[in-house]
């Protein structure tokens, strides 16, 4: 069993920057994967963005250049640097790993203003 906790998420303005962490509860070196997945009200949850274990990135179309993923082994942490944010950013964002099977978080609320 995998545990993860999110933090970081707040209210901001557009054009702001926030950094989401997520904790996991257990070593994430040999996760498959870890990333972070968001869903506003009304939508399906979509993944932002993806490291894999050996860190190769991936992110969706609609945040490519404005957010980062990293991860850091030692910590047990992966994190979610937002830069540039826009009001359509607003959603509750869980983290997720790879392992046996997919683990979620419970999610943190990120909410942009325009």
């Known amino acids: 069993q995998v545990q993860l906790v999110e933090s970081g998420g707040g209210l901001v303005q557009a054009g702001g920057s926030l950094r989401l962490s997520c904790a996991a509860s257990?070593?994430?070196?040999?996760?498959?994967?870890m990333g972070w997945a968001r869903q506003a009200p009304g939508k399906q949850r979509e993944l932002v963005a993806q490291?894999?274990?050996?860190?190769?990135?991936r992110y969706a179309d609609s945040v490519k250049g404005r957010f980062t993923i990293s991860r850091d082994n030692a910590k047990n942490t992966v994190y979610l640097q937002m830069n540039s944010l826009k009001p359509e950013d607003t959603a509750v964002y869980y983290c997720?790993?790879?392992?046996?099977?997919?683990?979620w978080g419970q999610g943190t609320q990120v909410t942009v203003s325009s």
């Open positions: 997720a790993a790879v392992l046996d099977k997919e683990y």
């Open positions: 257990r070593s994430i070196f040999n996760f498959n994967a």
């Open positions: 490291v894999t274990s050996g860190d190769r990135t």
